[in-house]
């Protein structure tokens, strides 16, 4: 005999279903920049788009075939389905450099550029996009750029982050990691039960506990947000210990860059917004996989 779902059953259950999708869609790269003017998307067909300027700015293609992309300053990255790194530097329209193969994950911050390849290794390198890379880490699940801080996330869910130079020494941040962010002189963990902390100062600084239940955790400037696994995205500005706007419910990822805040909804369809956290958002494209801002 068929039985139907308790209320409580089905919320539980919708509730499941948008933490998978969402964490899914969340993509372990850098999705959130330091206040630049340039947006980007992938499309569900691999097109990858870049705009520049205001929130009505004109899109430009970039490149196909496309499984993460990067805006950081005036460098675009893309990783390639086939696992090839390329990264252009100037204008939207500059020229591409080949950098690396066989990688499943890119970063960029500065005149940085960070990857992680296939079998696990992490390696950055710093000036030109031809200059040589440093290995800075293996067993490595995930890499976060920003400034002069490097953080990984280890296969076995410990995070380091290092200071300064490319050979500098790594501090162990926290372990039970499913997600690193770093921002300025803050670093923000995403813990495997959900917990999202955050810390402000050296490395060696004291953790503040925001939010749980979170599937996304996401820094920029002075600004913190979650997206919690009921698709619902918070974002706070000011101190550690500020109040958290609510800004969007069936959310599948979340970006922030200075005083702009991007979402992609469940139904592909992402959205920017620019000033206060309560200002009103702005289509910027549907049919869309991944979002990111500069």
């Known amino acids: 005999m068929q ?20 964490a899914a869609a969340a993509v372990p790269g ?13 499309r569900s067909d691999g097109t990858a788009i870049v705009k520049e ?13 496309v499984k993460q992309i990067v805006v950081a ?35 960029l911050s500065g005149d940085r550029v960070g990857i992680v390849k296939g079998n696990g290794v992490a390696y950055v390198k710093e000036g030109a996009l031809t200059s040589q890379w440093t290995l ?10 920003a400034g002069t801080r490097i953080g990984v996330v280890r296969g076995n869910g410990t995070a380091i982050v290092k200071e300064g130079g490319l050979g500098a020494q790594w501090t162990l941040e926290a372990d ?48 913190i947000g979650v997206l919690k696994d009921d698709g619902t995205a918070i974002v706070k500005e000011g101190g550690l210990s500020t109040a958290w706007t ?26 920017v917004k620019e000033g206060g956290l309560s200002t009103a958002w702005t289509l910027e494209a549907d049919n869309v996989t991944e979002l990111a801002l500069s």
């Open 3 to 22: 039985k139907s779902l308790t209320a409580a059953a089905l919320a539980a259950f919708t509730a499941t279903v948008l933490a998978t999708t969402a």
């Open 30 to 42: 850098t999705v959130s920049g330091d206040g630049g003017n340039r947006i980007a998307v992938v």
């Open 53 to 65: 300027g205001g929130l009505g700015a004109q899109w430009t293609t970039e490149a196909d075939g």
């Open 73 to 107: 300053g005036d460098r675009i990255g893309v990783l390639r389905e086939n696992g090839s790194v390329i990264v252009k530097q100037g204008g939207l329209g500059a020229q591409w450099v080949v950098v690396a193969d066989n990688v499943k994950q890119i970063a």
């Open 136 to 145: 800075e880490a293996e067993s490595v699940k995930s890499l976060q750029l």
């Open 176 to 223: 039970n990691t499913k997600q690193l962010a770093l921002s300025g002189n803050r670093i923000g963990i995403l813990k495997g039960n959900g917990v999202a902390y955050v810390k402000e100062g050296g490395l060696g600084a004291q953790w503040i506990l925001e939010a749980d239940n979170t599937v996304q955790l996401e820094l920029s400037r002075d600004r």
């Open 246 to 271: 609510l800004e969007a419910d069936n959310t599948t990822q979340l970006a922030l860059s200075g005083n702009r805040i991007g979402i992609l909804k469940d139904d592909g369809v992402a959205y």
